[in-house]
């Protein structure tokens, strides 16, 4: 049986990533040193988490909160997790906050929020304290979004990131404990804060063209490209239009 497991590091000091197809007959192969790390380490926490629409949900508390169901995101660019109903400032005792406007994927107007700091968030018997919050000014009917919020980069900033994906359990690790690694992984650059990975593209004519893809786990399809002249992807023949996702802007 070929169990399937993701180790994400998105350190400042460990910029890989390692996908690591394993079997018992299978070892000597990219990922193997760190499937052998995540077979031993002690993680900080380890939870399981539900699989909605390609999306990690995670049960996640904040201020000794009930659980929330926060999707995991690779494609935050900044530390803060968002929560995506104004209901939530009262029941979470948020007091103090600053109006502030949010903008990322969907290319409508900036959505407007309140930040505040210094909020303690635990999963996984876990704490991480002071952490920043952000609350869209959305009432739970109108919002578009049934989730709660995201999450991302207050984890991936500070540590490595373990996802089996058979049984749906994450894991968190301090990063010493990948000090000793020599996969050379995939190299990730960063971008706004944002990771990517370089790629080919093989198009039916069969030329290879070099591509860049941002590393994000919120997004729901397995791949987008962009198409037209600067990046010179066009679409097959036949193709269907359709909307692939919601972002922060629409």
Same mark, same amino acid.
């Given at each position: 049986?070929?169990?399937?497991?993701?180790?994400?590091?998105?350190?400042?000091?460990?910029?890989?990533?390692?996908?690591?197809?394993?079997?018992?007959?299978?070892?000597?192969?990219?990922?193997?040193?760190?499937?052998?790390?995540?077979?031993?380490?002690?993680?900080?926490?380890?939870?399981?988490?539900?699989?909605?629409?390609?999306?990690?949900?995670?049960?996640?508390?904040?201020?000794?909160?009930?659980?929330?169901?926060?999707?995991?995101?690779?494609?935050?660019?900044?530390?803060?997790?968002?929560?995506?109903?104004?209901?939530?400032?009262?029941?979470?005792?948020?007091?103090?906050?600053?109006?502030?406007?949010?903008?990322?994927?969907?290319?409508?107007?900036?959505?407007?929020?309140?930040?505040?700091? *210094?909020?303690?968030? $635990? @999963? /996984?018997?876990?704490?991480?304290?002071?952490?920043?919050? #952000?609350?869209?000014?959305? &009432?739970?009917?109108?919002?578009?979004?049934?989730?709660?919020?995201?999450?991302?980069?207050?984890?991936?900033?500070?540590?490595?990131?373990?996802?089996?994906?058979?049984?749906?359990?994450?894991?968190?690790?301090?990063?010493?404990?990948?000090?000793?690694?020599?996969?050379? *992984?995939?190299?990730? $650059? @960063? /971008?706004?804060?944002?990771?990517?990975?370089?790629?080919? #593209?093989?198009?039916?004519? &069969?030329?290879?063209?070099?591509?860049?893809?941002?590393?994000?786990?919120?997004?729901?399809?397995?791949?987008?490209?962009?198409?037209?002249?600067?990046?010179?992807?066009?679409?097959?023949?036949?193709?269907?239009?359709?909307?692939?996702?919601?972002?922060?802007?629409?």
């Amino acid at each position: 049986m070929r169990h399937r497991t993701m180790a994400l590091a998105l350190l400042g000091i460990a910029l890989a990533v390692t996908w690591a197809l394993h079997s018992a007959a299978e070892d000597d192969r990219p990922g193997e040193e760190v499937r052998r790390v995540l077979a031993t380490a002690i993680p900080l926490a380890r939870l399981s988490y539900r699989s909605v629409g390609g999306n990690v949900i995670l049960p996640v508390r904040i201020n000794g909160s009930r659980d929330l169901h926060l999707i995991l995101d690779t494609g935050m660019s900044a530390p803060i997790v968002m929560l995506n109903h104004r209901e939530m400032r009262q029941t979470l005792g948020l007091e103090g906050g600053h109006p502030v406007a949010i903008a990322g994927a969907g290319g409508r107007e900036p959505r407007s929020g309140t930040i505040f700091a *210094g909020a303690g968030v $635990s @999963f /996984g018997g876990f704490d991480l304290k002071d952490q920043t919050v #952000i609350v869209m000014d959305e &009432g739970r009917a109108q919002s578009p979004w049934t989730q709660d919020g995201v999450i991302g980069k207050s984890i991936f900033d500070r540590y490595v990131v373990g996802i089996d994906l058979d049984r749906s359990v994450l894991s968190v690790y301090d990063p010493s404990a990948f000090d000793q690694v020599t996969d050379k *992984g995939i190299p990730l $650059s @960063f /971008g706004s804060s944002i990771p990517s990975v370089p790629a080919t #593209i093989l198009p039916a004519d &069969g030329e290879e063209i070099p591509v860049r893809l941002t590393l994000d786990l919120g997004a729901r399809h397995a791949l987008s490209l962009d198409v037209g002249k600067e990046t010179k992807v066009h679409p097959p023949a036949r193709t269907l239009s359709t909307i692939v996702g919601r972002g922060i802007q629409g």
